[in-house]
């Protein structure tokens, strides 16, 4: 069986192949606990009733079996020696076959229980044929998204996209590997890594390193500073979809079908879940997950802080005392579960200490239209706080429309004005400012 068998099967092999055996678990009767065991047995059960389209008893019967073909397996691999070639289960996973190379041996896999099949090369051989391609696989084409022992077919499998099966095979044989081991077959598969996205984890773009801040829908949001809009990143991979730096220090990142963007925080170690938005007042503490130094947690000093950096002025920044370093950039602020915002930069280290920053969570939503995940059912608050600093992108302003909406006007909660041609109505209090036109600003107001 190959060798990485699902240890989640039993049933009794007899000389005519494996047949069905009682359940596993046994029901539990009146006045008795479920244990932790038979939950969990019971959710494989309904996964696999589910995804193999098999009834509940079936697939007990099929759990029984595999768990009684995976211990044969492991006695004859012993017994074998190095005649034993591979094993494999029929489609109804009842059936085990083992190959061997000595013909002399069949007896000992039937009285074993399994099925007998003679090949001319054993699993040892084809796994050091596999490992001469591992070892060239830096050089193997684009068009091969793959390749495996085969043990049902006693040869190694190249898979090769339409119209490079003659590239795959010439890099087979260039690969040391001989020409009757090998069968090249055709495939669509263009495999990527799925990757949970979760804040704090590191991402790459070309040669550098950030971290993740929060999950959104589609995708995350990071420091503007990791990457221009179009960068492409790996794990995971995606590309940036919008960011502004200087001037302002966010991204986000539109992720590549595959990957999963979950509402959580990486503690280093453990999880924290993500479940608003709620800005943190001054004075509060906060903590920041990274992928260089980890979790570290500190108190905020002061908001809407410009810093100078060598590529130009950032404003809006949150000042705090919790540290951070290189690689660390675009990761997550939390207060308790609340999302503050995403590293920008600082003065100092986590030997030393310092003056460290963040780029506050609500623009970056505001900005680019984006919805946080959160843990809790109701959708995510992206509105508690007001834009702190003018987004620098062109897009996101439009000339003055006419109009009662003025830059410079205080705004209570409620208020309504019109903006070319459309009315509003303000989400919150705050004072308008060049850039945050009614149309780009749908945190702070609505069409009415």
């Known amino acids: 069986m190959n060798r990485k068998i699902v240890a989640a099967a039993a049933a009794a092999i007899t000389g005519a192949g494996l047949v069905a055996a009682v359940a596993l678990t046994p029901s539990a009767s009146a006045g008795q606990t479920v244990s932790a065991a038979d939950q969990v047995q019971s959710e494989i059960v309904a996964a696999l009733s589910r995804d193999l389209k098999i009834?509940?008893?079936?697939?007990?019967?099929?759990?029984?079996?595999?768990q009684k073909a995976a211990h044969a397996d492991s006695a004859l691999?012993?017994?074998?020696?190095s005649s034993y070639a591979g094993s494999w289960l029929d489609?109804?996973?009842?059936?085990?076959t083992v190959a061997v190379t000595d013909a002399a041996l069949e007896g000992t896999v039937r009285a074993a229980g399994a099925i007998p099949k003679t090949v001319a090369r054993s699993a040892a051989q084809l796994d050091a044929a596999k490992l001469s391609l591992d070892t060239k696989g830096t050089s193997a084409p684009k068009s091969v998204p793959g390749w495996y022992v085969d043990a049902t077919t006693n040869s190694i499998v190249v898979l090769a996209n339409a119209g490079a099966e003659a590239a795959a095979k010439s890099w087979a044989t260039a690969s040391g590997v001989r020409a009757d081991?090998?069968?090249?077959?055709?495939s669509a598969e263009t495999p990527v890594p799925l990757i949970d996205v979760i804040g704090g984890n590191a991402?790459?773009?070309?040669?550098?390193?950030?971290?993740?801040g929060f999950s959104v829908e589609g995708g995350f949001v990071t420091a503007g500073h990791c990457g221009t809009t179009g960068t492409r990143t790996s794990n995971p991979s995606g590309t940036v979809a919008g960011s502004s730096f200087p001037g302002n220090d966010y991204a986000w990142v539109r992720v590549d079908a595959g990957n999963t963007?979950?509402?959580?925080?990486?503690?280093?170690?453990?999880?924290?879940?993500?479940?608003?938005?709620?800005?943190?007042?001054?004075g509060a503490s906060v903590c920041r997950s990274g992928s260089t130094t980890g979790w570290h947690c500190g108190t905020i000093q002061q908001k809407n802080a410009s810093v100078n950096y060598p590529q130009g002025t950032v404003s809006g920044l949150t000042r705090t005392n919790a540290c951070a370093e290189p690689g660390d950039s675009g990761g997550s602020w939390l207060a308790g579960d609340q999302a503050q915002g995403v590293t920008s930069g600082g003065s100092g280290n986590c030997s030393s200490?310092?003056?460290?920053?963040?780029?506050?969570?609500?623009?970056?939503?505001?900005?680019?239209?984006?919805?946080?995940l959160t843990s809790g059912s109701n959708p995510p608050s992206s509105t508690t706080t007001t834009p702190t600093t003018t987004p620098t992108s062109p897009t996101t302003s439009n000339p003055p429309?006419?109009?009662?909406?003025?830059?410079?006007?205080s705004y209570a909660m409620g208020a309504t004005v019109t903006y070319d041609g459309v009315s509003y109505r303000a989400l919150q209090a705050h004072t308008a400012q060049v850039g945050w036109e009614p149309p780009n600003v749908p945190a702070l107001w609505a069409r009415s």
């Open 55 to 66: 009834s509940p008893d079936q697939a007990r019967t099929r759990l029984a079996s595999e």
């Open 77 to 81: 691999k012993a017994r074998l020696g």
């Open 91 to 96: 489609a109804a996973g009842t059936t085990l």
């Open 181 to 186: 081991a090998v069968r090249v077959e055709t």
């Open 203 to 212: 991402y790459t773009f070309g040669s550098g390193r950030c971290s993740i």
């Open 261 to 282: 963007p979950r509402p959580l925080v990486n503690r280093y170690p453990g999880t924290v879940p993500v479940a608003g938005s709620q800005e943190a007042a001054i």
């Open 353 to 372: 200490g310092g003056t460290f920053y963040f780029q506050p969570i609500s623009e970056i939503l505001s900005v680019y239209s984006l919805r946080l």
């Open 401 to 409: 429309g006419g109009g009662t909406w003025a830059a410079g006007t």
